[in-house]
């Protein structure tokens, strides 16, 4: 396993992290905290999850997982909050009432005293930046949270942040979460050189575009029952045409290496400028070994022409960075999400 330094930050971390939107979920807790374990056993020191995974139910695995397991200090523990946590009118948001009041309960479902990258899940452009930035401010000085980072923010936003950040000395955000995959890499055009410019650690989720990346789907046949996409329409601007003929065009280069399209998609990504860490979400152990295996595959810069030849630089087939970024803004930037 390879550690790299968390953006500017002189924190290392494992270049896979392990994401636990699925535990309390798709897979049982038993299993999550199994997943946990063998995780740290293969070298990942660094774990994401949020407030919203399962209303709390993931933080409270993790939590549990960690404190059996008495490795809290063994890892660099990450969660996230802004997003909708109940019904009522301050359940959600960036403001330092629901900020202060959703760290607190993450700490408690956590079973610790700190958090260490805390992350601003989703835009909310209702509460004033400084507000945003200064409550994160007090955390810190509390020794609540140690870090803080965003995840699907634009970058002109990020920049504007950082400006506020260090006009009023306040912490500065290290860490960005966007989509990013081989069949989606619209994170080429803007948002990758501007994290490398403002020492920002990239830590890309979705690595397997929700399974498209894993040829569970195959171009002219029947997608199985039981997966994401199964009833897909025609005009999913995800699992399109452009996306399958990838998939027929990235299975042979994965052949030639003997490995699979999922650690093929890993390696590639993992080793992108600017990354940081990816995510992976493994909903089994079986899942989770195989992405372990993944840092083993070597890619040569003629692989990498010819995956560039595929998907170019900056391009996409499957709609990722502009659906979660772009859109809810475009559509309303002022409602409650």
Not at 59 to 66: C, D, F, N, S, Y
Not at 83 to 93: I, L, S, T, V
Not at 154 to 167: H, K, Y
Not at 233 to 261: M, Q, W, Y
């Amino acid at each position: 396993m390879e550690y790299r330094r968390l953006g500017r930050s002189g924190v290392r971390v494992s270049s896979l992290c392990l994401g636990t939107m699925n535990f309390g979920a798709s897979t049982d807790e038993e299993t999550s905290v199994r997943i946990i374990h063998q995780a740290l056993e293969g070298g990942i020191n660094f774990i994401d999850t949020a407030d919203v995974y399962g209303r709390g139910v993931s933080e409270e695995i993790v939590g549990k997982a960690l404190a059996q397991g008495g490795r809290r200090e063994e890892i660099v523990l990450a969660t996230k909050a802004v997003a909708h946590m109940g019904k009522g009118p301050n359940d959600h948001g960036a403001s330092r009432y629901h900020l202060i009041r959703a760290c607190e309960a993450s700490l408690r479902r956590l079973k610790t005293d700190r958090i260490d990258l805390y992350q601003l899940h989703i835009v909310d452009l209702s509460t004033p930046l400084d507000e945003v930035l200064e409550t994160l401010g007090v955390l810190v000085k509390q020794g609540k949270i140690l870090y803080t980072g965003t995840s699907k923010w634009p970058p002109t936003l990020i920049v504007e942040a950082l400006g506020i950040s260090d006009r009023r000395g306040l912490p500065r955000f290290i860490t960005e979460q966007p989509p990013y995959n081989m069949v989606d890499r619209c994170v080429e055009k803007e948002l990758v050189w501007m994290c490398i410019r403002q020492g920002i650690g990239i830590i890309p989720w979705g690595p397997l575009a929700y399974g498209i990346l894993t040829g569970t789907y195959r171009k002219g046949q029947l997608f199985p029952e039981g997966h994401r996409f199964s009833g897909a329409k025609e005009d999913n601007a995800r699992i399109t045409p452009a996306a399958l003929e990838v998939v027929e065009k990235l299975l042979p280069l994965a052949a030639a290496h003997g490995c699979s399209l999922p650690q093929l998609a890993h390696s590639w990504l993992v080793n992108r400028p600017g990354v940081a860490a990816i995510l992976i979400g493994p909903r089994t152990e079986e899942h989770l070994a195989q992405a372990l295996a993944s840092m083993d595959v070597q890619l040569t810069a003629e692989d990498l022409a010819a995956i560039d030849a595929i998907v170019p630089p900056g391009t996409y087939v499957s709609d990722f960075y502009h659906d979660n970024v772009y859109a809810p803004l475009v559509a309303d930037p002022f409602r409650d999400r």
